[in-house]
């Protein structure tokens, strides 16, 4: 009966497709993803300048796991892939990404058919990731290839609500569409909200299951003989320690 109810969900959301309206090319699709882009590094909704756009949405070639996924989905051989940035699920800020004033930054990849009846939209991933005043580290919005494992669990289209982990059923959008609300919305809607005890107790947990354990400090023998002296020990300043993979709270 769950399932029943999933696959429902899925289908509803997948029979949205000749809905997107898409361009009629990935060439077009790509132009209106600059075209957006390029407005709103004028207008200062994102800090890209326009260089950044013109270099970092094009077309690549995908990884190859994803060549041959594509493929092997209907044996197509028109697959297209345009990117926006790099895909980027280390979430390290030094590969290409558009940015906010607000600190929050994302990219995106996008993986399409074209052939004489149009264009499809077969794939995609877009990621946003937020400052501490939004309280969740990321969004993800996926769309899964057909015959992906997710596609089983009808949640081939679906959104990380912070972690990888989870997956919600989502509506599916086209390309254009979520690209405006990564630069327009998704945002707090009150910034400074105080945490519930709850959510304090659940990210303290969270972080001292998986927060990275420092190393020991070395001992340091005193020529004297005295007993040896963890550095650890050493009384520093509250305030002036180095922070070295922990979490400053």
């Not at 052939?115 to 501490?132: N, P, Q, V, W, Y």
């Not at 997710?150 to 990888?164: K, L, Q």
């Not at 299951?209 to 001992?219: I, K, L």
Request: a negative charge.
């Amino acid at each position: 009966m769950a399932n029943d109810l999933l696959r429902e969900v899925q289908e509803h959301s997948l029979a949205r497709a000749p809905l997107l309206g898409l361009p009629p090319t990935s060439k077009a699709l790509l132009r209106a993803l600059r075209s957006r882009l390029t407005e709103a590094s004028n207008s200062g909704e994102i800090l890209n300048p326009l260089g950044d756009v013109l270099s970092q949405v094009t077309f690549r070639p995908p990884p190859t796991d994803i060549s041959a996924a594509a493929n092997a989905a209907g044996g197509r051989k028109d697959v297209q892939y345009i990117f926006g940035g790099d895909k980027n699920q280390a979430r390290v800020r030094d590969r290409r990404h558009f940015e906010r004033p607000d600190g929050a930054w994302f990219d995106f990849a996008i993986t399409l058919s074209e052939s004489k009846a149009g264009l499809e939209l077969l794939a995609f991933d877009f990621e946003i990731r937020f400052s501490t005043d939004a309280a969740v580290p990321f969004i993800r919005f996926d769309l899964n290839l057909a015959g992906h494992a997710n596609e089983a669990r009808e949640m081939r289209c679906h959104v990380h609500p912070g972690s990888d982990e989870i997956q919600v059923p989502s509506p599916l959008m086209s390309p254009l569409e979520i690209l405006e609300l990564f630069i327009v919305q998704l945002r707090p809607t009150r910034v400074g909200r105080a945490p519930t005890g709850f959510e304090i107790d659940w990210h303290r947990a969270y972080l001292q299951r998986h927060a990275p354990v420092p190393a020991a400090s070395p001992a340091v023998v005193p020529e004297d003989g005295a007993a040896p002296q963890d550095l650890g020990e050493t009384d520093v300043p509250a305030g002036e320690g180095e922070v070295d993979g922990g979490v400053e709270s």
